[in-house]
């Protein structure tokens, strides 16, 4: 059955073929049918081909496929072909399942709005374009399916076209993720020169082969690749794009930061974790990215109003957390976060989106408020994501997920006591910032604001459904991987160790261990607490807190996100813009323009000569005739 | 079978339409629509039996017609088509179908002679791809002169008069150089063999000195650059385009640009190796140059059309790199952005030629929101402006991902730099899909969305686009063995030099027999 493989790309690319051919035809619910149905059957197809790939794996725990040649120059020999091995059916199990319950959700929550069918086919194509990047079996196709998904963000960021903000978010993420791809760019022709092929697994083999670990080759090529993995995932220094990236509708929001686009730098990371192995200097970096990166996105977090950007950039300080698994060595953690992450981001999201939907479009959590009574089951399902996101000891997959990359870091011979630190800070600053978000839109009083919208139009079963099966995956999720401290399961590690590297630790004591698990749920629910008392509590506890002298100028810099949108566009933005206003006549047509004024004007001097009066011709002559005798005389 | 229908069937058509064009404003649409349409058709089936040539191992010239015709000087009528050629021919007479299609409602004046001008285009164009003696070329290279410089003076817009003087000096003050290279050749050619001919398979391998190698090779650099175009020589071409007609504007982008490509190419690179080889450095920055500053300038624009002429030059300059590189990878993508360029220049100043038929105005600030009104006009610049920026699926990726790659060999810094033109390109690409089609619709435009006719030319040109960049090995095994060729006789004519002089008289005898069983890859 893993012949089928090729149908999980193809049959989205087929819904969105027909919808953007037929879509303006069709009624709603026909769109809505071959949309969604279009990723059902994907995901349908994922489950088939997967389960026979782990009932009978294939010789060498990977199958490729080939579909045709794309191109053949001078050994240069990329094909459309499909490689698929553990980590790769990860990543397309849960792009199609979750993006399946998003499209699910999506054809209510969008039911209302213009350019439903427009849409669906975005949304198909953006999961054509991500699988693509993930079954991709050469990097040239990688990078049509890394691309394509930057296409497909800046269709559906922008996708309320008529506001001229998401169409500026909308461009911002395309050209700052193109940034970090002009550097994967350079990353494939020099593996190409080096190498001389882009098929990635020989490259990975050859690679092996030629270059010495440490070497400057292979540090250029991973830092290279390193860059284009940073733009996709929003890590340090290019995340600016993520936060702006809300402005879609939050369907897109949950497709973007559980399903497709910002994993794609973690998988281009562990799908070429050879060369980064090489490169141990440049895996440290990743370590360090991802610890700074979580740091800088936790504290931004804690200040936001509006719930989707808290959201946001939980993403980039999630995303931080798988880099920082990567960058540590501990390969399949990394991707069990990424899988856990995906299932309770999407719930997160999609169960604001529900909020934001019941409250007319409303996104500052400080009008909303006593939502818990009022949306019940959401509410339930949005706690359940956020237990997840706040890794609540044991009951929450995230639990599992998160301690598993916090001990690693900690334990692995690349990490250390201060990447340890940062994680466990960023456990902390991670369940700070989601139950503010939790408290504030769902205990509390209702809002006046919340008041006259009553009572409340409740979501229907499209939008229930993705929640009520997110919320139980976030829970079940966690249990397929415990740690020797609890049952020891790794039935997820030991699918993925079949293509990635298994992890090293130091091997420190169950005693150890158990006390550094005690110390992140210590963290977690320790972070809850406070922020239970600063915002359920009495007022003046964060009345204290707010009069500090140093607050406010903090919390406007943590709410800009550390100004780095400002340093762009002091640095690069406006004078790239000033060179082309300053420079729009083009100075080099000057040189032009002056040749062809001096010729005219050398007419016009000429053309004076001639009057039409006789007198003046024959002084010119009689002139001229004296000149030309005396000069003869004279030499 | 005789390749000089390829030059006829045009000409008579265009005289056809010409006379039509007396009594009917209809005639001459029709008339230059078949031909065009019968002119793309026999290319077609020549590439298939093109391609069954290569199956059978019969690769490199398909046909080749000679004729004398001033003998006295070794002028002949000398035309050959080869795989690059071929490639050329068939992008020329499929955009000539469709400018004739996209002038069929907006040009109503003098209608047959402007019908000729177009079929007069599609001649000369074919001419200068297939002229195979350097002083036929030249002639062919001339002529195409002309009918351009009627389309703009007589169709164009308000400022015409100033843009198509301007586009007719430059140009033709380049082919002054141009010819002055090719005498300069000849004479050295006589001089060093006692043969005067102006055939370029007799030329190639013309031994000569250094210096004279230089000063002649930047003869025909300058007048090829000039077309290309080059920066600093490209400032007709901005004016030219946004006073140009759509149907010149598609000719002048689509195919006139690529005719300084084919120019370097076919003479620069292969009769003057050394030289080209000396100067590839300088070529190379100059082409970074023209793909960063005109992605600048681009940004710059108030003029829609004035915008996407500029990214032409942006665009030209990966073919130029491409060229310069000189080795097999580079060699292909630039003859794929040759023809990407071709489909995606095409439809951006079709889209934008029937925007201002609709809304009479060029201003970019005058434009936004336009989405709302005219969705498949929006989903094509969408398209097109993907195209531009290098989409990878699409047929300009394939080319300039060639061309670094094969760059990247060569000269990393410059690669680099000229990477950097992609993000420029997504910069400039976005900025005009926002300004146009997105944001609020402040004109308060009622537009008409694309008529079953726009549709079926967009529909074309976006088949050709995802052909090429999905699958464009058919393209590139046709490019393959010319561009082997023509890089084979740039190594021989540059090994004679190192042999003692008496021998170099024989390079080029041994060349001329060549074609055209000969010249393929060992």
């Known amino acids: ?635 | 079978m005789s390749v000089a229908w390829i030059l006829l069937m045009p000409l008579a058509g265009g005289l056809a339409a010409w006379i039509a064009g007396r009594w009917s404003d209809l005639w001459p649409r029709w008339i230059s629509l078949g031909t065009a349409l019968l002119h793309l058709l026999l290319l077609l089936a020549t590439w298939g039996v093109f391609f069954a040539g290569i199956e059978t191992g019969q690769g490199g010239w398909l046909v080749v017609y000679k004729q004398p015709w001033i003998p006295q000087l070794g002028i002949s009528f000398h035309l050959a088509v080869d795989g690059l050629s071929l490639l050329l021919l068939l992008l020329t007479s499929f955009l000539t179908v469709l400018a004739v299609l996209t002038s069929w409602r907006s040009v109503t004046r003098s209608v047959g002679f402007f019908h000729f001008n177009l079929l007069l285009i599609l001649t000369a164009l074919s001419g200068v791809f297939i002229a195979f003696d350097l002083f036929l070329f030249f002639a062919f290279w001339e002529i195409s002169l002309l009918p351009l410089y009627f389309l703009i003076g007589i169709w164009g817009y308000e400022n015409r008069v100033y843009a198509t003087t301007k586009f007719f000096i430059i140009t033709q003050g380049s082919g002054l150089l141009m010819l002055l290279a090719i005498l300069g050749l000849v004479v050295v050619h006589w001089q060093s063999t006692g043969v005067m001919t102006f055939d370029y398979l007799e030329l190639v391998g013309t031994p000569m000195s250094k210096a004279t190698a230089w000063w002649l090779m930047l003869g025909f650099f300058i007048a090829f650059a000039v077309k290309l175009p080059v920066v600093p020589f490209h400032t007709w071409l901005p004016d030219a385009h946004t006073q140009a007609p759509t149907a010149g504007s598609v000719a002048l982008a689509g195919l006139v640009l690529k005719i300084g490509a084919y120019g370097m190419l076919r003479f620069v690179m292969t009769i003057f190796p050394q030289a080209a080889a000396d100067f590839a450095l300088a070529a190379m920055i100059l082409a970074v140059v023209g793909i960063l500053y005109g992605a600048l300038l681009a940004l710059g624009q108030t003029d829609l059309k004035r915008m996407v002429a500029y990214t032409s030059i942006s665009h030209m300059g990966f073919v130029l790199l491409g060229i310069f590189t000189w080795n097999e990878l580079a060699l292909q993508g630039a003859v794929i952005i040759m023809l990407s360029h071709g489909f995606s220049a095409a439809a951006l100043f079709m889209l934008v030629g029937d925007l201002q038929h609709r809304t009479h105005t060029r201003e970019i600030d005058r434009f936004g929101g336009l989405w709302a009104v005219t969705p498949r006009m929006g989903g094509v610049g969408l398209f097109f402006a993907m195209a531009s920026l290098g989409l990878p699926g699409l047929a300009s990726f394939v080319g300039e991902f060639l061309v670094l790659l094969g760059a990247f060999r060569v000269n990393v810094p410059l690669t680099v730099l000229a990477s950097v033109g992609l993000v420029a390109a997504t910069i400039y690409s976005l900025w005009m899909m926002q300004k146009v089609y997105y944001g609020a619709n402040t004109g308060e435009w009622k537009l008409d969305d694309t008529s079953g006719r726009e549709m079926a030319i967009m529909a074309s040109l976006i088949g050709a686009t995802l052909w090429l960049g999905l699958y464009p090995q058919p393209v590139l095994t046709t490019s393959g063995d010319a561009l082997a060729q023509m890089r084979q006789f740039a190594d021989k004519a540059r090994a004679p030099a190192s042999r003692p002089p008496v021998k170099e008289v024989q390079g080029p005898k041994a060349m001329a027999s060549i074609p055209p069983d000969g010249g393929r890859r060992p």
Not at chain 1, 93 to 98: A, I, L, N, P, Y
Not at chain 1, 190 to 205: M, R, W, Y
Not at chain 1, 373 to 402: D, E, H, N, Q
């Open chain 1, 1 to 635: 059955m893993l012949e089928l493989l090729w149908l999980i790309p193809a049959l989205p690319l087929l819904g969105f073929v027909v919808l953007m051919l037929a879509g303006s035809r069709l009624s709603h619910t026909e769109v809505a049918f071959v949309g969604c149905g279009s990723v059902g059957l994907s995901a349908a197809v994922t489950l088939i081909v997967g389960l026979s790939f782990m009932a009978a794996p294939p010789p060498g725990a990977a199958f490729t496929q080939t579909l045709w040649v794309w191109l053949d120059v001078d050994g240069f020999r990329p094909a459309f072909a499909f490689y698929l091995d553990a980590l790769s059916l990860t990543m397309i199990f849960v792009v199609t399942f979750v993006g399946f319950l998003i499209h699910l959700y999506s054809v209510e929550y969008m039911m209302e709005e213009e350019g439903y069918s427009r849409f669906f086919a975005y949304m198909n194509l953006f999961v054509c374009a991500m699988l693509t990047l993930l079954l991709a079996d050469n990097l040239m196709l990688l990078l049509l399916g890394w691309e394509g998904v930057g296409l497909c963000s800046y269709l559906l960021i922008g996708f309320f076209y008529r506001d001229e903000a998401n169409g500026a978010a909308a461009s911002k993420a395309f050209i700052v993720t193109r940034v970090g791809d002009t550097a994967m760019l350079m990353a494939l022709f020099l593996l190409f020169a080096e190498l001389g092929t882009l098929d990635i697994q020989d490259l990975l083999q050859r690679a092996g082969q030629q270059f010495q670990p440490g070497s400057g080759l292979a540090v250029v090529v991973a830092l290279l690749l390193l860059g284009g993995a940073v733009g996709k995932s929003a890590q340090l220094p290019l995340q600016t794009w993520l936060p702006d990236a809300m402005a879609g509708p939050t369907p897109v929001s949950a497709l973007i930061h559980a399903a497709t686009m910002v994993t794609a730098g973690v998988y281009l990371i562990a799908r070429t974790h050879a060369l980064f192995m090489l490169a141990p200097q440049v895996l440290t970096l990743v370590a360090v990215i991802g610890t700074l990166t979580l740091l800088m996105a936790g504290f931004a977090a804690l200040v936001q109003t509006d719930i989707k950007r808290v959201l946001a950039y939980s993403t980039i300080s999630q995303i931080g957390y798988m880099f920082l698994a990567l960058g540590v060595g501990a390969w399949s953690a990394a991707l069990f976060h990424f899988m856990i992450h995906a299932f309770f981001k999407a719930l997160l999201f999609l169960g604001a989106g529900a909020v934001i939907m019941c409250l007319h479009h409303e996104q500052d959590m400080y009008r909303m408020g006593g939502l818990r009574r009022l949306m019940p089951f959401t509410f339930w399902c949005f706690l359940i994501g956020s237990g997840a996101l706040a890794a609540i000891p044991v009951v929450t997959a995230g639990f599992y997920s998160k301690d598993l990359i916090i001990w690693n870091a900690y334990n692995s011979d690349i990490g250390g006591v201060w990447l340890w630190a940062g994680a466990l800070a960023g456990a902390l600053l991670t369940s700070i910032y989601t139950f503010r978000m939790v408290f504030l839109t769902f205990f509390r009083d209702a809002t006046e604001w919340v008041k006259k919208l009553l009572p409340i139009h409740q979501p229907g079963p499209c939008v229930h459904i993705p929640l009520g099966v997110l919320a139980v995956l976030s829970i079940a999720g966690g249990f397929i991987e415990l740690p020797h401290t609890m049952g020891k399961l790794t039935l997820f590690s030991d699918f993925l160790n079949t293509a990635l590297p298994e992890f090293h630790g130091a091997h420190a004591s169950y005693g150890t261990e158990f006390l550094f698990e005690l110390m992140a749920a210590a963290a977690s629910i320790g972070g809850i607490y406070l922020v239970w008392v600063l915002v359920m509590g009495p007022a003046r506890h964060m009345q204290r807190i707010v009069a500090l002298p140093w607050a406010p100028p903090l919390e406007r810099l943590w709410l800009s996100g550390w100004g780095f949108d400002r340093l762009y566009d002091v640095a690069f933005v406006q004078p790239y813009l000033w060179c082309a206003r300053v420079n729009k006549s083009d100075f080099i047509d000057a040189f032009y323009r002056a040749t062809a004024f001096v010729t005219e004007m050398l007419h016009f001097v000429v053309s004076l000569t001639q009057t039409g009066a006789v007198r003046w011709y024959a002084t010119g002559i009689a002139v001229g005739a004296v000149a030309t005798v005396g000069l003869v005389i004279l030499l």
